[in-house]
Nanobody, 126 residues
Framework: VQLQASGGGLVQAGESLKLSCVASGRTFGNYGMAWFRQAPGKEREFVAGLKWNGDGRLYLDSVEDRFTISRDNAKNTLLLHMNSLKPNDTAVYYC????????????????????WGQGTLVTVSS
């Protein structure tokens, strides 16, 4: 499967962005999905994830009240709505497919994901 992320850009603090990730193939709806991010000089970190059926949304503490993850399995699409963006949200954002089929939980470590999009850069100026 190929994942294509888009929607990044340069915004000012307090503004919003919507990231999209479109998957190829017919198996998108069988796997949990997540967004990770990686800031310069830092490790890639989990931002938000959800199960294959859209349940079990899980968020990084620092984004829980500002970001919303969702999916449309009919359109093979994963979304991340980001509101009230802050300068420390600046990073390359990656969508990723969970390794396990029909997993009963959302995993938060990089090694639990085996398919990654190319990343989309989000820059938030102060």
């Amino acid at each position: 499967v190929q994942l294509q992320a888009s929607g990044g850009g340069l915004v000012q603090a307090g503004e919003s962005l919507k990231l999209s990730c479109v998957a190829s193939g017919r198996t998108f709806g069988n796997y949990g999905m997540a967004w990770f991010r990686q800031a310069p000089g830092k490790e890639r970190e989990f931002v938000a994830g959800l199960k294959w059926n859209g349940d079990g949304r899980l968020y990084l503490d620092s984004v829980e009240d500002r970001f919303t993850i969702s999916r449309d399995n009919a359109k093979n699409t994963l979304l991340l709505h980001m509101n009230s963006l802050k300068p420390n949200d600046t990073a390359v954002y990656y969508c990723a497919r969970q390794r396990s089929l029909w997993a009963s939980q959302v995993y938060t470590t990089v090694s639990d994901y085996d398919n990654w999009g190319q990343g989309t850069l989000v820059t938030v100026s102060s």
